[in-house]
């Protein structure tokens, strides 16, 4: 079956550091990759996607490239803010069809000033 | 756009009674509305699948009596929390998908915080 797997939190960071959350997914098919952000008491906000091999999804800064040969969707950001602590989840949805989403466990982000 | 509601935000309800939480797609007909529920170390966990018009499809382990999932539109769908019991407080999130561009994109309502007594 399908399966993601994310790196364990939580990640502490200082503003401006560098950021990478590791994502790894196991398939069939060729789905469709996501990357979700939670703050806190909300729901999930879609942050950003990307549909086939070597696509890079982009937004708010944060970036992800698909990597079907590594199996990777890792999220990067170059200068974190305390304004993007939250939980980080990892996603994919195999395309076409009926389908089950499947969702990694989650990385907590927390940036200080 | 792609907006997801989910009403009420917070529910309080006393052990063995009924809760309803409405999911809505606002602006845009939804092929497939997902219900999951979301455990205190922020683990998501789907309870099920739904498509418009028809039953919806339960994730192994998830009581369909206790967890009446109704899909009346594209828009809408409800879960029906039955003869509520306080292991049942949690956080409720519904998501919506449509597919564009050959792509499925789910967008979540801001979730259901719900507490039994």
């Known amino acids: 079956g399908n399966s993601v797997t994310q790196m364990e939190g939580p990640v502490t960071l200082s503003e401006e550091a560098f950021l990478t959350i590791n994502c790894t997914y196991t398939?069939?098919?060729?789905?469709?990759l996501f990357w979700y952000v939670q703050y806190p008491g909300e729901g999930l906000q879609l942050l950003l996607k990307a549909t086939k091999a070597d696509d890079k999804g982009s937004n708010k800064g944060f970036e992800a490239t698909y990597r079907k040969e590594t199996t990777s969707f890792h999220l990067e950001k170059g200068s974190v803010q305390v304004s993007d602590s939250a939980v980080y989840f990892c996603a994919l949805f195999r395309r076409g069809g009926s389908y089950i989403p499947t969702f990694g466990r989650g990385t907590s982000l927390i940036v200080h000033p | 756009g792609a907006v997801v509601s989910q009403h009420p935000s917070r529910v309080i309800c006393k052990s063995g009674t009924s809760v309803k939480i409405e999911c809505r797609s606002l602006?845009?007909?939804?092929?497939?509305m997902f219900w999951y529920r979301q455990f205190p170390k922020k683990s998501l966990m789907l309870m099920a699948t739904s498509n418009e018009g028809s039953k919806a499809t339960y994730e192994q382990g998830v009581e369909k009596d206790k967890f009446l999932i109704n899909h009346a539109s594209l828009t809408l769908s409800t879960l029906t929390v039955t003869s509520a019991h306080p292991e049942d407080s949690s956080f409720y999130i519904c998501?919506?998908?449509?597919?564009?561009?050959?792509?499925?994109?789910?967008?979540f309502g801001p979730g259901t915080r719900l507490t039994v007594l």
């Open positions: 602006d845009f007909q939804a092929t497939t």
């Open positions: 398939a069939t098919g060729y789905p469709s």
């Open positions: 998501s919506a998908s449509f597919r564009l561009a050959d792509t499925d994109t789910q967008y």
